[in-house]
């Protein structure tokens, strides 16, 4: 069984994301989507609430599989027994530290490949970041996100600038 891992922040999934979940999902038995924790970094999300956003997003593919994890990623797919790691790229601004990543990946654990699938042109703009921004001016975010997770975004959204009033 070929299994890939897509990893990410997801702060929370966008349309973006859920692009290349789609695709890299055809070219796997399974993908695993983990969402990786960085202590340092205050979400918006925690990472359990990440992680349901996500499985509400990715309903619909059935061998899309989804997880979150503390750590090395290539400790990580050592323990899940992948050995494929897809990235998207947006941009050339993307390029450089993907590429030393995957190079790093590499050298923790030999036989790990990383994917990059080109994002698609709809969404090349796209980020989580954007997307939070663009929430806090009450901007509609139907374009931007998958539609089950809309309303969580907009609430969420709507208690963050409720506690700093
Ligand atoms: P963000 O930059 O949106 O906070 P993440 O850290 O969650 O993104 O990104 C996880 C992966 O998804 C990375 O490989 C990133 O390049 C990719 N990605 C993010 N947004 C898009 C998009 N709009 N199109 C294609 N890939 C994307």
């Known amino acids: 069984m070929k299994t890939a891992i897509y990893p990410g922040s997801f702060d929370p999934v966008t349309l973006g994301h859920l692009n290349i979940i789609k695709r890299a999902a055809a070219c796997f038995d399974r993908l695993i989507v983990c969402v990786m924790i960085n202590s340092k970094k205050q979400g918006m999300f925690t990472p359990e609430e990440r992680v349901e956003l996500l499985k509400k997003a990715t309903a619909r593919f059935p061998n899309v599989e989804v997880d979150y994890s503390e750590g090395l990623l290539a400790a990580y797919a050592k323990r899940r027994r992948a050995h494929v790691v897809v990235k998207g790229l947006r941009a050339v601004s993307d390029f450089e530290q993907e ?50 997770i809309v309303d969580d975004v907009n609430r969420r959204m709507q208690e963050l600038q409720e506690r700093k009033d």
């Open 99 to 148: 590429v030393q990543m995957a190079v790093i990946n590499r050298k923790l654990n030999p036989g790990l490949e990383t994917m990059f699938l080109a994002s698609s042109e709809k969404y090349t703009y796209l980020s989580s970041t954007i997307v939070k921004e663009m929430a806090r001016y009450g901007a509609d975010l139907g374009e931007f996100l998958p539609r089950e």
